[in-house]
């Protein structure tokens, strides 16, 4: 059915027009997969069937419906890259529309054209300027990034423009994130989709949530301190800082309680708990596993924090490659940026192919990053961002040790 023959499109689309600040409710899921070689069957190809080979994108599909707990009358905007994931667009639609939330079609990332059967909306926001575009999102409640999109996009950066404004929210599904021990991308292959898909549909979320809350009221108060067998020994304090949980709860009613960006960024699988700590009190240091810096590996490589700026670095082997990209970072680059610490059990380092699945979300997985981190409430600005992970850190809050060795410990 064409955008303008439902009713309530039409009041959405009318009172968007007449009254451009108000946060009248739509939704964007933002979806994303490799671009198909030939462009020419984009349309057509958009809507495949999945093979045996591909993740069940039907479940995917009723899992971020669910997650995103849409309510009638809410907008849904799909923003695509072409390719394996295509049969994802067909479901996602059928099912917002079975929600009772209205279905304003999709747009390919770039913003140069609708994609699938078109609609009005998708249609008014191709080859938009970036001011005018953010205008015309400003009124989506969701974003949900699907398979590799990411902020380069005209679209996805035009939303986060629009979360930076206190609006909307958006779901982060980008069935990627691997990582080999090095830091090294890892490419998708069929033991990720096996794992994100398990994780996806079967994380016990309610648990999640409260071991989440848990660890947060933990935090608050006491001395975070992060070790490794390596020689990481980081200590910090959040204060007040806002803590994001990501609890798979994409809910308007949590983007109502949204303290910064990354609040408003719900990624699905979930897992993760995340935090600028204040600046000040990051002492100590960070020993890396060999990592990769430049396209060259560093051996041995330990920075040195003072007030949550890196005042020394050291290694055994790749000392210029770090430190060239410290320089061209700039201030954001030699500055403590989060600490995230893995929840989800389903997301955990494999026993029998050690890599790192989903950004470190997985149980025990320990995230410490350099850069930018207004995005989480603190107040280092730049714009880079470099992420670490470590799987054999102890965390311990004040005397409690919650992670052992990378094993998150009952609590």
Known sequence: MALMQNPETRRFLGLRRKLPAAPIHAITLIAAASWLAATASVADSMFATATPQQPDVEAIAEQILRRAALQEGEGVLLVVRPGRFDGLVAQLRDGVRSAGAIDLGAILASGSAPAGDPTEFASSLVRLPRAPLVEALSDVDLAVMLPDTTPADLVYSAMQDVLRQGRGRTIHFHWSGAYELSGRVRQADASIDALYQHALSTTDYEALAAT???????????????????????????????????????????????LNLIDREIELPAGAIRVAPIE????????????????????????????????????????????????????????????????????????????????????????????????????????????????????????????????????
């Open 212 to 258: 989440q809350r848990r660890f947060d009221a933990a935090m608050r108060g006491a001395e975070i301190r992060i070790t490794t067998p390596a020689g990481t020994d980081l200590r910090f304090r959040i204060g007040d800082r806002p803590v994001t949980h990501q609890n798979g709860d994409a809910s308007a009613a949590r983007a109502q309680r949204a």
């Open 280 to 411: 000040e009190t990051v002492q100590g240091t960070i020993a890396f596993p060999p990592s990769m810096w430049n396209s060259t590996i560093a051996e041995g490589l330990v920075l040195t924090f003072s007030n949550g700026v890196v005042v020394s670095a050291a290694a055994d082997v790749g000392l210029e490659a770090a430190e060239a990209v410290l320089r061209r970072g700039g201030v954001s680059a030699r500055s403590f940026r989060e600490f995230a610490l893995g929840f989800n059990p389903l997301l955990a380092i494999p026993d029998d192919d050690l890599w790192i699945p989903h950004y470190g979300y997985g149980a025990g997985v320990v995230r410490l990053s350099l850069g930018d981190n207004s995005e989480l409430g603190g107040n280092v600005g730049g714009g880079f961002v470099r992420w670490n992970f470590f799987i054999d850190a102890t965390v311990a809050v004040g005397d409690v040790i919650w992670v052992q060795d990378g094993e998150l410990l009952p609590r």
